[in-house]
Nanobody, 123 residues
Framework: QLQASGGGLVRAGESLRLSCEAP????????MAWFRRAPGKEREFVAA????????YYAEFVKGRFTISRDNAKTTVYLQMDSLKSEDTAVYYC??????????????????WGQGTLVTVSS
């Protein structure tokens, strides 16, 4: 029920904006997050945003480069990715958590996932 899009092939230093549409009546009631899985690696947390959108949290390796945001009226969460590096190459997933504690960085606490969108950054 989560539809991620916006991935593609870019060069190092360029930008991409990912979108995740979640046509859920309860979208505005829960925090959302982005994770990623690079080739040969485990899935890892990237960023999270509270249900209100007023608070965000980032993995250290994307701080200052990525920005998570949401539009509850459009039931969509975004990930603006700037200054991309080759090591950002991965499949990016959006996810929803119904837990109240924020932030949640463990994927086990997310119950609804998008299908993933591939981001490839060439050096």
């Amino acid at each position: 029920q989560l539809q991620a899009s916006g991935g593609g092939l870019v060069r190092a230093g360029e930008s991409l904006r990912l979108s995740c549409e979640a046509p859920l009546r309860t979208f505005g009631s829960y925090a959302m997050a982005w994770f990623r899985r690079a080739p040969g690696k485990e899935r890892e947390f990237v960023a999270a945003i509270r249900k209100s959108g007023r608070e965000t949290y980032y993995a250290e390796f994307v701080k200052g480069r990525f920005t998570i945001s949401r539009d509850n009226a459009k039931t969509t969460v975004y990930l603006q990715m700037d200054s991309l590096k080759s090591e950002d190459t991965a499949v990016y997933y959006c996810a929803r958590t119904r837990t109240n504690n924020f932030p949640q960085v463990s994927s086990a606490l997310y119950d609804l996932w998008g299908q993933g969108t591939l981001v490839t950054v060439s050096s």
